[in-house]
């Protein structure tokens, strides 16, 4: 079971028979406020940063932005360092989403409004790692900025960010900043919400100009889209015989090549239970690496991951558990034992199984 004094977390999850799991725990046991959700971390030069969004429960007004970096001594106390607050009233935020650029300030966007049909961009910079924060910056009409997960920067400096929209049905497209987030463009929608409804894509690399884009939907499983010119055009978007039940995914290109997945392999609406670990070579066929949890009877489930690989290259994920805590896993990609899945059925012998 959990030790809260250390934050170590590795009984409550099912056994991980390869020994790939270095670290599981929680970022903090006790905050003030009852409900958290939507993780996201990233690497600095001074090292972890993570960030989510808690208030009361989610469309609360009170809801904000708050943050915790990793130190020596551990996960620092959660900071709420943006709420939704105007000129006219308080609205909940949404969604942040961190990033590093390889120059430049660390970059905290996140969403403000009552819903996410009405809700628009918001971008904060850090010169210090995280430590203080740049006022924050509404983005233009009609750019979101990365709507649930991380962007990729390209190899001119450009950062290509993956986001949706849901006030006209769940739709796809992709933003693209060359100068931290001052000067935008984006793409029109690329499907169809009638035929395939997604949202919150992560962006795969396959060399300089080959980009897969995958992420949820609402009853079609994960989806899949290809750019094979560096993001400026995109092909159809097809699904990849993987579930989803309507929940949020995560995925990184590993450092050797290698594709990574988090995602719940439940094909039930709304079942937010396992949550699983996957890796492809080339982004069609996916392998069973691992489950981080496994319990369908928990309250609001387990979901909403993200994921990077730090230098070190072990492999970070944060996802939200039961509503209640972020947590953090971490993952020797090396040590994953995985076997493959076929006709989108988890491998029976593995736990989550279904």
Not at 203 to 228: D, H, K, M, N, V
């Amino acid at each position: 079971m959990c030790s809260l004094a250390t934050s170590t977390c590795l009984g409550d999850a099912p056994a991980d028979k390869a020994g790939a799991v270095v670290l599981s725990e929680f970022i903090y046991t006790e905050a003030p406020f009852p409900s958290c959700h939507a993780s996201t971390l990233e690497e600095t030069p001074d090292g972890l940063i993570a960030a989510w969004f808690g208030g009361t429960h989610e469309r609360h007004p009170d809801v904000g932005i708050w943050v915790s970096r990793k130190t020596s001594q551990g996960w620092s106390t959660p900071v709420e360092v943006a709420t939704g607050e105007t000129d006219e009233q308080r609205y909940p935020t949404w969604n942040p989403v961190l990033f590093q650029p390889t120059e430049g300030p660390l970059l905290l966007f996140y969403k403000v409004g009552p819903s996410p049909q009405e809700w628009w961009g918001m971008l904060m910079k850090s010169e210090d790692h995280g430590r203080t924060w740049s006022a924050p910056q509404r983005l233009p009409d009609g750019i979101f900025g990365p709507i649930k997960n991380k962007p990729v920067e390209l190899a001119d400096g450009v950062l290509l960010c993956p986001s949706s929209t849901e006030d006209e049905g769940w739709r796809v497209h992709f933003e693209t900043t060359s100068d931290f987030g001052n000067t935008w463009q984006r793409t029109a929608p690329l499907n169809d919400p009638e035929t395939i409804r997604a949202i919150q894509p992560s962006i795969l690399t396959y060399g300089p100009q080959t980009l897969q884009a995958i992420g949820r939907t609402r009853e079609s499983g994960i989806f899949q889209i290809w750019s094979q010119n560096g993001g400026k055009d995109w092909g159809p978007m097809t699904t990849l015989g993987l579930p989803n039940p309507s929940s949020g995914t995560d995925a990184v290109t590993l450092a050797g090549g290698e594709q990574l997945l988090v995602y719940n392999h439940s094909p039930t609406y709304k079942i937010r239970s396992p949550l699983n670990v996957a890796t492809s070579t080339d982004g069609i066929k996916w392998n069973a690496a691992l489950v981080l949890e496994d319990d369908p009877e928990a309250p609001a489930g387990y979901s909403y991951p993200a994921t990077i690989q730090t230098s070190d290259g072990l492999v970070h994920i944060t996802y939200t558990w039961r509503r209640e805590r972020i947590k953090h896993v971490v993952i020797d990609p090396q040590r994953l034992a995985t076997r493959k899945i076929v006709d989108g059925q988890w491998p029976a012998g593995m736990e989550g199984a279904r």
